[in-house]
Nanobody
Framework: QVQFVESGGGLVQPGGSLRLSCAVS????????MGWYRQVPGKQRELVAI???????NYADSVKGRFTISRDNAKNTVYLQMNSLKPEDTAVYYC?????????????WGQGTQVTVSS
């Protein structure tokens, strides 16, 4: 069973930066696209960024130019570098795997990591 352990969230002021990490157990990491998703109370979970097994990336319009997704296949870890953070980025962030960019995530959701952007 695939497990995702997210970390790196916290409280940051507007304009600040955070780097999220997601450690993935199981053998599917190298073959899967990996995505970061976020959810705020009362709203649906949304895709923030996704990276294919070959390194192609795709971002939500709201984070383009500010967030960067990357992966380290040797460590089974995916990262999300978040710069120029805004209050509207406040959410619980999750990672998950997908067959490819454009397909739905197929793993069970982890605990996520809370990101709060506030002065």
């Amino acid at each position: 069973q695939v497990q995702f352990v997210e970390s790196g969230g916290g409280l940051v002021q507007p304009g600040g930066s955070l780097r999220l990490s997601c450690a993935v157990s199981g053998t599917i990491f190298r073959l899967s696209a990996m995505g970061w998703y976020r959810q705020v109370p009362g709203k649906q979970r949304e895709l923030v960024a996704i990276i294919s097994s070959g390194g192609m990336t795709n971002y939500a319009d709201s984070v383009k130019g500010r967030f960067t997704i990357s992966r380290d296949n040797a460590k089974n870890t995916v990262y999300l570098q978040m710069n120029s953070l805004k209050p509207e980025d406040t959410a619980v962030y999750y990672c998950n795997a997908a067959v490819s960019i454009g397909t739905a995530p197929f793993g069970s959701w982890g605990q996520g990591t809370q990101v709060t952007v506030s002065s």
